[in-house]
């Protein structure tokens, strides 16, 4: 059974940083692509950055230079690194199995003074 375990978030004041980690297990990680989203109160559910199998990267506009995603293939597991964390990056974030349509539980960022 494929699961993810998001952690790493927490509260932090604007200008910040946070790195949130998802460890994998229970499928071949290193052939998935793997990708972190966020949920605001209120909002949908949007896409933050995506990292295929083979390391290709893509990122929302609104976290472009800000986040950075990579991945540990050894460790089955995917990182988020937040940089200049801003008030509208408050959110839930989770990470999903792409190929599989599996996702995490969710971790709480909060970003506030």
């Known amino acids: 059974q494929v699961q993810l375990v998001e952690s790493g978030g927490g509260s932090v004041q604007p200008g910040g940083s946070l790195r949130l980690s998802c460890a994998a297990s229970g499928s071949i990680f290193r052939l998935n692509g793997m990708a972190w989203y966020r949920q605001a109160p209120g909002k949908e559910r949007e896409l933050v950055a995506t990292?295929?199998?083979?390391?290709?990267?893509n990122y929302a506009d609104s976290v472009k230079g800000r986040f950075t995603i990579s991945r540990d293939n050894a460790k089955s597991t995917v990182y988020l690194q937040m940089n200049s964390l801003k008030p509208e990056d408050t959110a839930v974030y989770y990470c999903?199995?792409?190929?599989?349509?599996?996702w995490g539980q969710g971790t709480q960022v909060t970003v506030s003074s």
């Open positions: 999903k199995n792409v190929r599989l349509g599996i």
């Open positions: 990292i295929s199998s083979l390391g290709v990267t």
